[in-house]
């Protein structure tokens, strides 16, 4: 599943942040769109990448 961040954040050249994640299981028998990944994965990860998004630098 690939999704456009949410919220509308941009990498530093300006570009919409792509998000990409596979769904196993149960769950993935749940989403037959965008949409529906987004209401179910994005809750998921949303708090981490939050976190990470405020760092003053990538943790890489």
Do not use: T
């Not at 965008?34 to 708090?47: R, S």
């Amino acid at each position: 599943m690939r999704i456009a961040d949410p919220l509308g954040r941009k990498d530093q050249p300006g570009r919409v942040i792509p998000h990409e994640f596979v769904v196993c299981g149960p769950q993935a028998a749940e989403i037959h769109s965008a949409a529906d990944g987004l209401a179910l994965v994005w809750p998921q990860v949303a708090e981490e990448f939050e976190r990470v998004w405020e760092m003053p630098r990538p943790p890489f």
